[in-house]
C-alpha cells in the first residue's frame, strides 16, 4: 500500500519535473549493497545510502572517478536501516523505515519521500559548465529558505546566489552576502535540510534565477548531500548534529562577561581595568588580549606569539593574580607567521608553512605584513601548533581566540598538503578548531576548552568552536543584523554564534547604542563586548548612566547563568539551539519564517530586542497556545496575539511562558563565586497551562564529559493544575553515586497567583498558605533531604 501511494503522489506531485531531467542520465540498473543501494547510469553512478531513518545521503560518481568516501562534516556511522528495493518498467524503489526514494528510468529523475509525502526532488540533477559542477533540485513556489551559513539578508534567503567562501567584511551593517561562515546547507519551511558535503568553494543558488530552482554549484569535489528530515525541526536539529557532531559543554565561566578590546598593550593595563570592574562591583569573568601581548605595532610582529616581556614584564604571575580573583585569561593568535616576526626562521626550518608549487613557502603581503601561514593540514604544522598552545595553557591561560582563520588572505596559488587553496579554503577554520580541540583532548585532558573563532565548516560545533559574527559596525544598521545570523547559525548546528557586543568597526559614541546592545547580549550564547579602541567597549569606562544601565543588564546575566546552562546542556545532548526562531512553536504559520526581530531565549522566554534609536513601543507577536507573562511587570499576554509593548530604558522586552521554571542565581562577582547550593526557582503559574516541565543541570563547570562521567544532578521539575489545585513535582537525580551534590535547597517562588489559597500541601503534611507567604507570594522551601518532594496548592 505504502508503494502504491508513493506511484501516485509521484505521478500527481513530480509529473511537472520530468521534462527538466538531465539527458545523459539513462537508467542502467540497480545493485543492492550491504546498507546502501548503487544504480547504473549512463556516465556515472548513484550511491543511496541511508544514516538513519531519518537521514539519507546521495553520492553521485562521474564516470571515469573513484568514490571519494572522506567528509569533513559527518562523523555518524551509518545505521543498519530496513528497506526494500523494487522494480518495474517506469520505476525503481527504495522502500525504507523513513526516506524514500523514487527513481523513474525515463526521463530519468531522482524524487525524496518522508512520511509518504514529497519532501524535494532533483531537477536536472548533476551536471557542469565551463567553471563548476552542479547539482540542481526543484522547490515548490512557496518555499523559505535558510542556511548558506552566516549573513544578513533577511531570514528568508531565498532569490540570493551564495558565494561559499569563507570572507570578513568590515564593518558590516544590515546587509551582507558574505561573511567568515559560508557553509553549503540549506533549510526549507516544508522541514527538511540538505548538506552538500564537500570543501572546495562554490555557491549556493537559492532560486536566483526565479525558476524554482535549488542549485549547489562547486569547483571540484564530492558529489555528496545529505538529506534530514524529521517530524519537528528540534528533531531536525537533533539529526543534524547526530550526523555531523554536537557541541561540547563549554566551561561555566563561558555564560559570564568579557573585558575585551582591540586591544590592552600592557600588564599594567589589564590590572588597572579589571580593578574597574572590581570596584564599580561590575560582574566579569574573563580578559581578551589582543594582538599587544606578541608586539606593540599592529603590523609586523604577528606570528611571534610569545609575551612582549616590557609591556608584559610577568605573564604569568599576571595569569594567576587574575585567575585568584575568578578572572581568565585569553590569548588572540592568527595562523600568519610574518617574515618580520621572532617564529619565522623556526616556522621555516620546522616546514609547517603551505607552499609554492615547486615546495617553497609561499610568501604574500597582506594588511599586517610579510607572511607565510601555517598548513593547518600538515601532521607537522599541527604539532608545532600545539605545542605553543600548550605551553601557554600551562602558563594560565585558560582561553584561545582564533582570529582572520577564513583565513582572511589566502591566494589560490597557494598550496596545503591536502590540496589547493580554493579547495581547502572554507574548512581551515574547521582544522584550527580541530587542532586546539584535539590537543586539550590528549594534553589537557581535565579541563575544557574554550575555542572562539572567527571562520569555521558544517560540523565545526563538535570541536567546541564558538562563533562570532564578525567585524560588524558599530551602529544600529550593525545590531539589527545580529539576531538573523544567530538565529541562522543556530539552525545549522553552530548555536554559540554572538556579535562584539556595542559594535566592533568605526568610532560612534552612541550610549543609547551600546545599552540596548548589552541589553540584547543577555540573551546571545556569549557576552562579549568588543570594540577597536577608538572608543571603549568596556562599561567601567563610560558614563555613570550609560555604566549603571549596563552594570543591571551585565548582573542579569548573572542571575540567570543556571538557566543558560541548562540551556547549553540541553544543546551539547540534542542541537537545540539557545536562540530560536518563533517559528519553532508555530511551524505551520508562514508569516514568522520572516522574523528576526523577535526569538525564543531557549523554551522559556521570549525576547524582542530594541533596534532603533529612541523607539518608545514596538509591535509583538506572541507565538503559540499560552500565556506569556512580562518578565519586570508580570503583565499577561494570550498566545497568538499581537500587542503594542512600551519600551522602558533598562531592559528590553522580555516575556516568560506560562508554567515555565525558571532557575536563577544569587548575586555574584565572577563565576567563580556561584553557589549553587541554594537556588531560587520562579514558577510562572497560568491558568491555561494544565501542566508543565523545567529542569535545572549542575556540574562543577569545568571537567569535560561530566554528565557522561556521572558527575552531574539534575533537577527535574513538573506541573499539574486541574483547577482545584497546583500539583508540583520536584525530583533530584545524580549522575552517579560518587558524585558529590552540591544543590542543598531550592526556593520555589509562585508568580501570577492570585486564586485564594485554602492550604498548601508538602510532602503530605499540611499547612495554611500564610506559613509561606513572603511579600504576597508563595515562597516554599525544596530540601533534598528526599529524591522527590511534593507540593499541592489546593485553591478555595
Not at 381 to 397: P, S
Request: hydrophobic share 35%; net charge negative; glycine share 8%.
Amino acid at each position: 500500500m505504502k508503494l502504491l501511494k508513493l506511484i501516485f503522489v509521484f505521478f500527481i506531485a513530480g509529473s511537472s519535473f520530468l521534462n527538466a531531467q538531465n539527458p545523459d542520465r539513462i537508467y542502467e540498473g540497480y545493485e543492492v549493497l550491504e546498507n546502501s543501494v548503487k544504480v547504473a547510469v549512463a556516465k556515472g553512478t548513484y550511491i543511496f545510502q541511508p544514516y538513519t531513518s531519518e537521514i539519507m545521503e546521495t553520492n553521485f560518481i562521474p564516470e571515469g572517478k573513484t568514490r571519494d568516501t572522506v567528509s569533513h562534516a559527518v562523523i555518524l556511522i551509518p545505521e543498519k536501516v530496513l528497506f526494500t528495493v523494487s522494480e518495474d518498467k517506469a520505476s525503481v524503489k527504495i522502500d525504507s523505515e523513513g526516506i524514500d526514494v523514487l527513481i523513474t528510468k525515463k526521463p530519468f529523475h531522482i524524487q525524496y519521500f518522508f512520511n509518504e509525502e514529497p519532501v524535494i526532488s532533483e531537477k536536472t540533477g548533476y551536471f557542469k559548465d565551463e567553471t563548476h559542477e552542479k547539482i540542481e533540485f526543484n522547490l515548490e513556489e512557496e518555499e523559505v529558505l535558510f542556511g548558506g551559513g552566516a549573513r544578513a539578508l533577511g531570514m528568508n534567503r531565498r532569490g540570493n546566489r551564495l558565494e561559499l567562501y569563507n570572507r570578513a567584511h568590515y564593518g558590516y551593517e544590515e546587509r551582507s552576502e558574505l561573511l567568515n561562515f559560508s557553509l553549503s546547507i540549506v533549510l526549507s519551511s516544508n522541514k527538511y535540510m540538505l548538506h552538500f558535503d564537500n570543501a572546495p568553494i562554490g555557491f549556493l543558488d537559492l532560486d536566483s534565477r526565479e525558476d524554482n530552482s535549488l542549485t549547489y554549484e562547486t569547483i571540484s569535489g564530492r558529489k555528496t548531500y545529505q538529506l534530514i528530515v524529521g517530524e519537528t525541526w528540534e528533531k531536525i536539529l537533533d539529526n543534524y548534529t547526530l550526523l555531523t557532531g554536537r557541541q561540547p559543554l563549554p566551561p561555566r565561566w563561558t555564560f559570564g562577561n568579557f573585558s575585551s578590546r582591540f586591544g590592552y598593550h600592557s600588564q599594567k593595563e589589564v590590572k588597572e581595568t579589571i580593578e574597574k570592574f572590581k570596584n564599580d562591583s561590575i560582574p566579569v569573568d574573563a580578559v581578551i588580549l589582543d594582538l599587544f601581548w606578541f608586539g606593540h605595532e599592529i603590523q609586523g610582529t604577528m606570528g611571534s606569539l610569545e609575551f612582549v616581556r616590557d609591556s608584559f614584564p610577568e605573564p604569568k604571575k599576571m595569569i594567576e593574580d587574575l585567575k585568584q580573583q575568578g578572572v581568565k585569561t585569553i590569548l588572540v593568535t592568527e595562523p600568519f607567521i610574518l617574515t618580520t616576526s621572532k617564529k619565522w626562521e623556526e616556522a621555516v626550518a620546522e616546514e609547517v608553512l603551505a607552499t609554492d608549487k615547486a615546495g617553497k613557502p609561499f610568501i604574500y603581503d597582506f594588511y599586517f605584513g610579510n607572511t607565510g601561514l601555517i598548513d593547518i593540514f600538515k601532521p607537522k604544522a599541527q604539532t608545532w601548533f600545539w605545542n605553543i598552545y600548550k605551553d601557554l595553557t600551562e602558563m594560565g591561560v585558560a582561553g584561545w581566540w582564533g582570529d582572520l582563520g577564513e583565513p582572511e588572505v589566502h591566494p589560490s596559488a597557494l598550496q596545503h598538503v591536502s590540496g589547493s587553496a580554493d579547495e581547502v579554503h572554507n574548512i581551515y577554520g574547521h582544522y584550527w578548531a580541530k587542532l586546539l580541540y584535539d590537543g586539550y583532548s590528549t594534553d589537557l585532558s581535565n579541563q575544557r576548552p574554550f575555542i572562539l573563532m572567527r571562520a569555521g565548516a558544517a560540523g565545526s560545533q563538535r570541536f567546541g568552536l564558538i562563533p562570532w559574527s564578525g567585524d560588524v559596525n558599530r551602529s544600529w544598521g550593525g545590531l539589527k543584523a545580529q539576531p538573523e545570523i544567530s538565529l541562522q547559525m543556530g539552525l545549522q548546528g553552530l548555536a554559540y554564534m554572538h556579535s562584539d557586543l556595542g559594535g566592533f568597526a568605526g568610532d560612534l559614541e552612541d550610549d543609547e547604542l551600546y545599552n540596548r546592545w548589552l541589553q540584547y547580549g543577555v540573551f546571545q550564547p556569549v557576552f562579549r563586548p568588543h570594540a577597536q579602541e577608538e572608543v571603549p567597549s568596556e562599561p567601567v569606562f563610560k558614563n555613570a548612566e550609560t555604566k549603571a544601565l549596563a552594570k543591571t543588564a551585565i548582573e542579569l546575566r548573572y542571575k540567570l547563568l543556571p538557566y543558560n546552562y541548562t540551556l547549553a546542556f540541553e544543546n551539547s545532548h540534542t542541537g537545540n539551539p539557545l536562540m530560536r526562531p518563533l517559528f519553532f512553536e508555530e511551524p505551520e504559520n508562514m508569516e514568522l519564517y520572516e522574523i528576526a526581530d523577535t526569538y525564543l531565549w531557549g523554551n522559556d522566554f521570549l525576547i524582542a530586542p530594541v533596534m532603533s534609536d529612541s523607539l518608545t513601543e514596538k509591535e509583538i507577536y506572541f507565538p503559540g497556545e499560552g500565556n506569556w507573562f512580562d518578565f519586570y511587570s508580570n503583565k499577561k499576554y494570550s498566545g497568538g496575539s499581537t500587542a503594542l509593548v512600551s519600551i522602558q530604558e533598562d531592559h528590553i522586552p522580555t516575556f516568560v511562558r506560562g508554567g515555565a521554571f525558571i532557575p536563577m542565581a544569587k548575586p555574584m562577582q565572577t563565576t567563580a563565586n556561584y553557589d549553587p547550593s541554594t537556588m531560587d526557582v520562579h514558577y510562572y503559574f497560568d491558568e491555561n497551562t494544565k501542566n508543565s516541565q523545567g529542569m535545572l543541570y549542575q556540574d562543577d563547570g569545568h571537567t569535560p564529559d561530566s554528565y557522561n562521567k556521572g558527575m552531574y544532578e539534575i533537577v527535574r521539575m513538573e506541573s499539574v493544575y486541574d483547577g482545584a489545585a497546583l500539583n508540583l513535582k520536584i525530583k533530584k537525580e545524580k549522575g552517579g553515586e560518587h558524585f558529590d551534590s552540591e544543590i542543598e535547597l531550592v526556593r520555589i517562588h509562585i508568580e501570577n497567583l492570585q486564586k485564594p489559597i485554602k492550604f498548601v500541601w508538602l510532602n503530605g503534611i499540611k499547612y495554611t498558605a500564610k506559613n509561606y507567604m513572603h511579600r504576597g507570594k508563595l515562597d516554599i522551601p525544596v530540601h533534598f533531604y528526599q529524591d522527590i518532594t511534593t507540593i499541592k496548592i489546593e485553591f478555595d
